[in-house]
């Protein structure tokens, strides 16, 4: 019965980790799938969001208000980002576009430390996230089960939105060629912009579950997130938006592997030990693990 | 006349020339000048030149961003001081060290020279696979690394005294011979430049299967361009330790790299003299900006601590630049000495 | 309907087009022909907004086309039809005739104009819901002509539709491009393939670094000028 125990409680682990590093992967690639560009201002769409959610506590809104706000300052963010920083710089190299991203990065980082405090700040949570479930014999807390749930109702919507709907198809022909897409008259603008608002949309969800797990925001609280999904995508090869999701679950995979059988005296070297294996994987498969056609 | 010809002719003769002046002479006045504080900015000054120099040779040349040579800086500053630390004083600040590395104690410049060595050596044998990956991934990696570094010297407390400041570090860079090295490494970026390997380098980015047809070996002139990167970081790193005397992890981490970066975005990838401009000029706007921050937290001005706001501008500047001059300021060109001869335009980045 | 007139336009650091003036009359067949590296797909590309010429001018109906984003001249009556096709090999032909569409505001025109694309392409009914990377060469081909009908064009811009195809389809592939030709579709053509090409166009251009070097009428070009030595080099 332990064995069974042990062996749920380390799949839910795997399972909810790596749905919120999918969805954070999933946001990254497809700014890169269609506009090649390395977006290190990424992780800070989930600062944003912390800060929101903080700014709001003392306002009496009830807490799935303030989540549905601090989400839609993430879209809000990466949109103005886009509009402000990136489109004038679209047309020269990528270097100079990934470049752009690391200032925006640094910028709102310290915009943050400048307005807000450079010190930690507490995000409130709801009533939900402190509930913690008994499965066979082992404690789970709920807000892992809701981030499975809430993971894979986001990536089924997305999968509808890109099978289903013409602004879905177009977005999956600008990240093959982007330049052929514009030739049938779909404005690159729309099309950049929706891809946009949607990673916004969904770093704006995996904070709300990310700071579930820390309680709190600081101006650098971006980026692990933002390391998470750069890895995950090129584990996941990075064209593809199914590796990108793939490569989350990977990762998280090999995340809890590390934390929970590595020798206590290496436990402390386990980002090391992730990423150095992460390494590993690129030099065999540079081109990542999900074969492209 | 025959040396003005030959001035004229060799472009790296002229442009080293036209760097070093003013760099000699800002050097020169302030050591004259006697003013501590003036001192201590330019040594650090030239200290990021060293830092910046190097993220010219690979990223200019290869037009491949890194984020990893600054880990490389943090190598260097450890290793060299595990070296150069005094065994009495090593004792009380690594309390952990290993028994064999105890007594161990070399003089400054030997101790740099290892710690040097060091971080050369992890940069070629961990790069050497990497160069392997296409553009996006290689970023992504340097990132990665970056990481992995500042993780280890976090956590191998045995070594770094952990993320705790380790401090006693003896003060042995100066303006004299921070400025000495900066413009030996000058020089040789310089050199490298216009050298055979620099130019396939820069060849490989403008036009890989070009470059290939001819024969360029991309993989290796690459991984050459970050090792000399990583080896000028290092050294770097040895003279950082030894001029700020005490030191925690957090400063071989993001900060640094954002400072460099600017450096030589806002002053040109393109070429050294780019980097020259780019780290004086940030130089002299940081040390603004921080004095206007202290008057403004000295007065109370926003009723609490005025944080970030230096580093807020700069990024600020830094996209600025890179929407209306990508560039930089020199534009790939370097400087030359107004010879009246003409000046090579070079492509930006 | 088309008009250029002493387009300039660079393609990195090479001069690709040196002052090249076409014009393309409403109903005509009018083909490009040159070498490799003549400059003809350079100027399909600077027609269709992706290269931005530094000098000379570029009009359709009348209306400027210089500065245009690609986008915007697509809704202005252009379709073209790149070089190696472009189509979307993941997804289906169902899904790149839809794109193709995209411009068109009539949800019920579409129906029919697939209708339409079915009778003049019968293989693409039969692949339709199938992902267009897993057809040939040739069925791209149609698919790739299909999708850029699709938009309603006023101008069919076609670039080296032969490029990569056996013989007979490239049979097909020409007799096709007549057939619409017949039906009143004002083409530009750009080819390699010169015989082919001259069998069923109204006039043409022959490009050789960037520059026209010989125009007019098939029977003219075949009668006053040396298309071999033209075609191939020499400033003539």
New interface residues.
């Given amino acids: 019965m332990g064995n069974v125990g042990a062996i749920l409680q380390f799949t839910i682990d795997v399972l909810s980790l790596g749905s919120l590093y999918a969805l954070m992967a999933l946001g990254l690639v497809i700014i890169?799938g269609i506009l090649?560009l390395?977006n290190f201002a990424y992780g800070e769409l989930i600062m944003v969001a912390g800060y929101t959610l903080f700014l709001l506590h003392p306002t009496p809104l009830p807490w799935l208000i303030m989540g549905l706000l601090a989400v839609s300052v993430s879209v809000a963010t990466a949109y103005l980002t886009e509009r402000i920083?990136f489109r004038?710089?679209r047309e020269?190299?990528?270097?100079?576009m990934?470049?752009?991203s690391?200032?925006?990065s640094?910028?709102l980082?310290?915009?943050?430390?400048?307005f807000v405090s450079?010190r930690a700040k507490v995000v409130p949570l709801p009533e939900l996230f402190t509930v913690q479930l008994t499965i066979a014999e082992r404690i789970v807390p709920l807000r892992n089960l809701i981030a499975i749930g809430v993971s894979v109702a986001l990536l089924a919507l997305f999968a509808l939105l890109l099978k289903r709907t013409?602004l879905g198809?177009?977005l999956?022909?600008a990240a093959?060629?982007f330049?052929?897409?514009?030739?049938?008259?779909?404005?690159?603008n729309l099309i950049i912009g929706t891809a946009f608002a949607i990673s916004g949309l969904l770093a704006g969800t995996v904070a709300l579950f990310w700071f579930g797990r820390t309680g709190s925001v600081t101006?650098e609280i971006g980026?692990w997130p933002l390391?998470v999904a750069?890895?995950s995508?090129?584990i996941g090869g990075?064209r593809s938006l199914l590796g990108a999701v793939v490569g989350g679950y990977v990762l998280a995979l090999i995340q809890m592997a590390f934390s929970n059988f590595l020798p206590p005296a290496l436990l402390?070297?386990r980002?090391?030990f992730v990423?150095?294996l992460?390494?590993f994987i690129?030099?065999f498969r540079?081109e990542g693990l999900i074969r492209e056609? | 006349m025959n040396a003005l010809r030959q001035l004229e002719k060799s472009a790296v003769l002229n442009t080293s020339i036209a760097l070093l002046i003013p760099l000699i002479v800002l050097a020169g006045l302030v050591e004259l000048s006697g003013d501590l504080l003036l001192e201590r900015i330019v040594t650090v000054m030239f200290i990021h030149l060293i830092l910046v120099t190097g993220l010219q040779i690979f990223m200019g040349n290869s037009g491949i961003v890194s984020f990893a040579h600054i880990g490389f800086m943090g190598i260097g500053a450890y290793a060299t001081v595990l070296f150069s630390l005094d065994p009495e004083v090593k004792a009380m600040t690594l309390r952990h060290l290993y028994e064999f590395l105890k007594p161990v104690h070399l003089p400054f410049w030997g101790a740099l020279l290892i710690g040097t060595g060091i971080g050369t050596v992890v940069a070629a044998i961990i790069s050497y696979p990497l160069m392997r990956l296409h553009d996006a991934a290689a970023v992504i990696t340097s990132f990665a690394v970056l990481v992995v570094i500042h993780d280890i010297i976090v956590h191998w407390s045995e070594v770094t005294n952990g993320p705790r400041t380790l401090f006693g570090v003896e003060r042995e860079t100066f303006l004299w011979n921070a400025s000495l090295c900066a413009m030996v490494g000058l020089v040789f970026a310089v050199w490298f430049r216009e050298s055979k390997a620099g130019m396939q380098l820069r060849a490989s980015r403008d036009d890989r299967m070009a470059a290939q047809a001819v024969g360029v070996n991309m993989l290796a002139v690459r991984w050459l361009g970050f090792v000399l990167m990583c080896g000028y970081a290092a050294f770097a790193g040895g003279l950082f330790a030894h001029f700020i005397t005490s030191f925690q992890p957090g400063q071989f981490y993001l900060a640094e790299v954002f400072v460099v970066l600017a450096m030589l975005v806002i002053g040109g990838p393109g070429s050294v003299s780019g980097a020259v401009v780019g780290t004086v000029l940030v130089t002299l706007l940081r040390e603004g900006l921080r004095a206007g921050e202290a008057q403004m937290n000295l007065m109370q001005l926003f009723g609490g601590q005025v944080v970030g706001l230096t580093e807020f501008l700069l990024a600020i500047s830094m996209i600025a630049i890179l929407i209306l001059r990508p560039g930089g300021l020199m534009q790939g060109r370097e400087l030359r000495l107004p010879l009246g001869s003409v000046t090579a335009a070079r492509r930006p980045l | 309907m088309l008009r250029l007139e002493d387009v300039h336009a660079r393609y990195g650091a090479i001069a690709a087009l040196r002052g090249v003036s076409v014009d393309v009359q409403p109903g005509e067949l009018v083909a490009l022909i040159g070498a490799n590296g003549a400059g003809k797909s350079t100027l399909l590309s600077t027609i269709a907004g992706i290269i931005r010429p530094h000098q000379g001018r570029i009009e359709f109906r009348n209306e400027s086309l210089i500065g245009l984003v690609p986008e915007r001249i697509v809704r202005r009556g252009l379709a073209m039809v790149p070089e190696d096709r472009q189509i979307f090999p993941a997804l289906t032909v169902e899904e790149n005739l839809r794109l193709g569409a995209y411009i068109r505001k009539n949800r019920d025109e579409y129906e029919t104009d697939l209708e339409r694309m079915f009778d003049l392409f019968p293989i693409l009914k039969e692949r339709f819901a199938q992902p267009a990377g897993t057809m040939s060469g040739g069925e791209q081909q149609q698919l790739a002509i299909a999708r850029a009908l699709m938009s309603h064009p006023q101008l069919l811009m076609l670039d080296e539709p032969s490029l990569g195809l056996a013989p007979k389809i490239v049979e097909q592939v020409f007799a096709l491009i007549q057939e619409l030709h017949n039906e009143g579709m004002t083409i530009l053509l750009v080819e390699q393939n010169v015989s082919m090409t001259l069998g069923i166009a109204d006039r043409a251009y022959v490009l050789n670094m960037g520059a026209v070097r010989a125009a007019g009428t098939p029977a003219e070009l075949r009668q006053n000028v040396d298309l071999a030595s033209v075609y191939l080099g020499g400033v003539g």
Wanted: no cysteine; aromatic share 8%.
């Fill in positions: 890169y090649r390395v920083a004038p710089v020269q190299s990528l270097t100079a990934l470049i752009t690391f200032a925006v640094t910028m980082q310290n915009a943050a430390m400048l450079p013409i198809i177009a999956r022909a093959d060629r330049t052929m897409t514009r030739m049938l008259g779909i404005p690159a101006p980026l390391l750069f890895v995508t090129v990075m402390e070297f980002v090391a990423f150095t992460v390494i690129l030099l540079p056609r």
